[in-house]
């Protein structure tokens, strides 16, 4: 570790490793509701994990970039972090924000007041004042960030990457704009789920994962920029009026649906060149770095993007094919992988990077990381498939054949149950990685032939 | 030699900036898309399409198509000219195009405006949302061409002016592939 205030990360990492637990284990009690409906039904009801699940998800995403930009900044940018005493001030104020949507949902507190009740917008539930106090650490992080890159060096990797945070932090503001017509709320309400992962947050992921093939290819400076340059560009011109693609059936005019199909249908495109982009580093690279792991990560985040976000997002968009599949399991099924490869992939990838340089020790348990990989990855891909069969199956039955949505439930019970055992698979895998990256085990893989392995 | 020769087939010999010919093909990816839409869905109802395009000013937009042409051939010899060596020719050249880009928006604006009070409007008929669709987002096009020429007519290197050609000719040629489509085709 080069910069002290690098350390700063190492909090921001602790803090998403322990949310990513809850949201899996959440996940996997929601997986278990699913095949037995009436699991807490009164003391912890589907809908309010379900909110748990998908906002512990996008906290500790959240939290996992700012560690990564606390983390590479000072190495991009050849200068200590402006103000460590503000980032450390900026995390507990989220992990105060996210203590207080918990209590809030879980305890129902003050219903129906204007600052403290529940909001009840998909992913954007947090209550006002935590919403504000969002609002307020961004503000924190961006001061933070950007005094620290204006007076230092600006390169590529930085410079897309405050474009991402500045971008997600501003798009962030939609949520307190609430109107009453529905429509209105819901093209809104994507001004931020859409913007933020088929927008900005496609920057942070490519800045991050530039930064990662930087370190672990060795491949110049020039090349990974321009590679980065393409991307975000084609991420960007796709991205933006992608969002056309939610505004199929939300009362917007008609022309949305094409607008949506053509721009939606490019958005694989970025994806694709991300994929492209990191194999050819590694083919390209010369240095042989140690953490294998965090490379095997790296691969796997712009392959399982790929697929997740790209294949399956395009499989969907079309407004002619979206019109029987939306709001079905296909959905599910993209959700999953799309989130599991871009974003958990690449903070898992970053962790496995960053961790031993920030503990200062050599990469140690990479073949348990490594397992823990294909484990997740295993895992998450049967999900993806058994949530796509079970998307096929309810969109003929429900849409094509006109059963009642219950009755179809019924019908799928085999699919949620094969999905409870990929969700069993994904959590051990999850705990595995966190035992992996915590816990010092003396083994590291050895890349001299001359020595014996151990 | 000082400088070296870039690989046959790799990007450096992409004249301009690649981030450019990106924009270019993603946008005649998208507008490709678009009149491939409006084909396949005229696909569906023939007759309807042919008497909706009987309402479109074909002479304005034949005229157009003459002077969106005239404007590139300007903004292509504004290059020759700032190569040369003669900037003020060359900034004529790019104020020129950008008028003769005006003068397109301003005919647009005159079928517009025919079409709204004739009451024609995006829910009219599929025909008509193409039409506004692909018409608008060219003309869109067009206007942030004409912003772009005028900043490489104040900031003129040579290399700029190949840029902002490549831009242009782009939207020229979106054009020629629209109109055809659009207004001709029976």
Excluded at chain 1, 288 to 300: C, V
Excluded at chain 1, 435 to 448: C, F, G, K, L, N
């Amino acid at each position: 570790m080069k910069y002290q205030t690098q350390k700063i990360a190492l909090a921001y990492f602790a803090v998403a490793m322990a949310l990513f637990a809850v949201q899996v284990l959440g996940g996997l009690l929601a997986g278990w509701v699913y095949v037995a409906p009436n699991t807490l039904s009164e003391i912890l009801p589907f809908n309010i994990i379900r909110m748990l699940h998908t906002n512990s998800l996008i906290v500790w995403l959240l939290c996992g970039f700012f560690g990564a930009a606390y983390f590479l900044i000072p190495e991009e940018a050849e200068r200590e972090i402006h103000s460590p005493m503000l980032a450390y001030l900026q995390l507990i104020i989220l992990v105060v924000g996210t203590l207080g949507v918990v209590l809030t949902y879980v305890f129902n507190l003050f219903e129906g007041n204007w600052l403290l009740g529940k909001e009840g917008r998909e992913f954007i539930e947090q209550p006002r004042w935590v919403k504000a106090g969002i609002v307020v650490a961004a503000l924190m992080f961006l001061y933070n960030v950007t005094m620290t890159v204006l007076k230092g060096k600006k390169t590529a990797i930085t410079n897309i990457l405050l474009l991402g945070l500045w971008g997600l932090a501003l798009l962030f503001l939609f949520s307190f704009y609430n109107p009453g017509n529905l429509s209105l709320d819901k093209q809104y309400w994507w001004y931020i789920v859409h913007l933020w992962v088929e927008g900005v947050w496609e920057l942070i992921m490519a800045s991050i994962l530039a930064y990662l093939m930087l370190k672990l290819t060795g491949v110049d400076r020039e090349v990974v920029e321009k590679w980065l340059y393409v991307i975000v560009a084609a991420a960007l011109f796709s991205g933006i009026l992608g969002t056309g693609h939610h505004y199929y059936w939300i009362g917007t005019p008609g022309y949305w649906q094409w607008i949506g199909s053509i721009f939606s249908s490019l958005e694989v495109v970025p994806f694709f060149a991300m994929m492209a982009f990191a194999f050819v580093m590694v083919w390209k690279g010369r240095r042989d770095h140690p953490n294998k792991a965090a490379l095997l990560w790296s691969l796997g985040c712009a392959t399982l993007a790929f697929f997740g976000a790209g294949v399956w997002g395009f499989l969907h968009t079309l407004h002619g094919v979206n019109f029987y599949t939306h709001g079905t399991q296909i959905t599910a099924a993209h959700g999953h992988l799309a989130f599991f490869g871009a974003y958990v992939s690449l903070n898992l990838a970053i962790f496995t990077y960053a961790m031993p340089v920030l503990l200062g020790r050599d990469p140690y348990n990479q073949v348990l990381n490594m397992a823990s990989f294909w484990l997740m990855s295993g895992g998450m891909a049967f999900m993806t498939f058994v949530l796509t069969f079970a998307g096929t199956v309810q969109t003929h039955l429900q849409r094509v054949n006109g059963e009642y949505y219950m009755d179809v439930q019924d019908q799928l019970a085999v699919f949620y149950w094969m999905r409870f055992g990929a969700g069993v698979a994904f959590v051990i895998g999850a705990l595995l990685f966190i035992y992996a990256i915590w816990v010092p085990r003396r083994e590291v893989i050895s890349t001299d032939a001359g020595q014996p392995a151990e | 030699m000082a400088e070296p020769m870039p690989r046959p087939g790799s990007v450096e010999e992409l004249p301009g900036e690649l981030l450019m010919w990106v924009l270019i093909v993603s946008e005649l990816l998208v507008f490709g898309a678009g009149l491939a839409a409006f084909l396949g869905v005229r696909i569906t109802d023939p007759s309807g399409f042919a008497e909706a395009q009987d309402h479109l000013h074909r002479t304005a937009a034949a005229l157009n198509t003459v002077v969106l042409v005239t404007s590139g051939f300007l903004a292509a010899r504004a290059l020759h000219l700032r190569e040369a060596g003669r900037r003020a020719a060359s900034r004529l050249h790019l104020g020129g195009a950008m008028a003769l880009g005006v003068v397109f928006l301003w005919i647009k604006g005159i079928e517009y405006a025919d079409k709204a009070a004739q009451g024609i409007g995006f829910e009219t008929h599929p025909f008509f949302m193409f039409y506004y669709l692909l018409t608008g987002f060219h003309a869109a096009h067009v206007a942030a061409g004409i912003l772009i020429l005028g900043l490489v007519a104040v900031w003129d290197e040579a290399h700029h002016i190949k840029v902002a050609g490549a831009f242009w000719h782009m939207v020229d040629l979106m054009w020629v592939l629209l109109f055809p489509v659009v207004y001709l085709l029976a």
